[in-house]
């Protein structure tokens, strides 16, 4: 069966922009989680949702929101991104307890 | 505070012998870890599990075991192999729901 997808897979952005990152999980998982992950700080818990509601949310500050599809489908904003919030952004589909991660979206701001 | 946290930012190793990476948490309310492998250019990549009603639990090659008393958990590979090289994370399951908590990460590498 087909794994956790996520678009686009490299972005470059300039600072000030917003973005917008796409997930689309494993058919039948219904909770989709969102990590950051940086050299200096590794994988830090964005916020999760589940059946198109969010169930957590970690320490990131309100520039960083996301939503998720009646499909399951996630997607996560970004908005007047700055330089720090360069980073790997990987998606995890669950439908027990063991998550699967995509490959990410590598993000760069410039 | 919550952390899971491991030891060694790197372990180098050759191929062949068992490797061991060691991960500390905080948390004593925490009641699921998981260890992850997060090859270059990958996601992080589901090990290996377990719960905190038990002490060792084994899988193809590897080993974890978990001292409640001390609050450590560690990740034992067998006859390490070049494939095994990789970022090795330890994680919490977040009190409500399937969030995780990741701890900094061991980079194992294996020399032929």
């Known amino acids: 069966k087909a794994g956790v997808t996520q678009t686009p897979r490299y972005l470059i952005k300039t600072r000030g922009q917003q973005v917008t990152l796409s997930c689309s999980p494993i058919?039948?998982?219904?909770?989709v989680s969102w990590y950051q992950q940086t050299p200096g700080q590794g994988l830090q818990f964005l916020f999760e949702y589940f059946s198109e509601t969010q169930r957590n949310k970690g320490n990131f500050p309100g520039r960083f929101s996301g939503r998720q599809f009646s499909n399951s489908r996630s997607e996560m904003n970004v908005s007047t991104l700055e330089l720090g919030d360069s980073a790997l952004y990987l998606c995890?589909?669950?439908?027990?307890?063991?998550?699967?991660f995509g490959q990410g979206t590598r993000l760069t701001v410039v | 505070g919550e952390s899971v946290g491991l030891h060694l930012p790197t372990l180098s190793v050759q191929e062949g012998d068992n490797s061991i990476i060691n991960c500390a948490y905080s948390?004593?309310?925490?009641?699921?870890f998981i260890w992850y492998k997060q090859e270059s250019g990958k996601g992080p990549q589901f090990i290996i599990d377990?719960?905190?009603?038990?002490d060792k639990r084994q899988g193809q090659r590897v080993t974890v075991l978990l001292n409640k008393t001390v609050k450590h958990l560690s990740l034992q590979i067998a006859a390490t192999q070049p494939g095994d090289s990789a970022v090795y994370f330890c994680a919490d399951h977040h009190r409500a729901g399937t969030a995780l908590i990741f701890g900094k990460g061991t980079t194992l590498s294996v020399s032929s």
């Open positions: 948390n004593s309310a925490s009641d699921y």
């Open positions: 377990i719960r905190s009603n038990m």
């Open positions: 995890a589909s669950s439908l027990g307890q063991e998550a699967f």
């Open positions: 058919s039948g998982h219904r909770s």
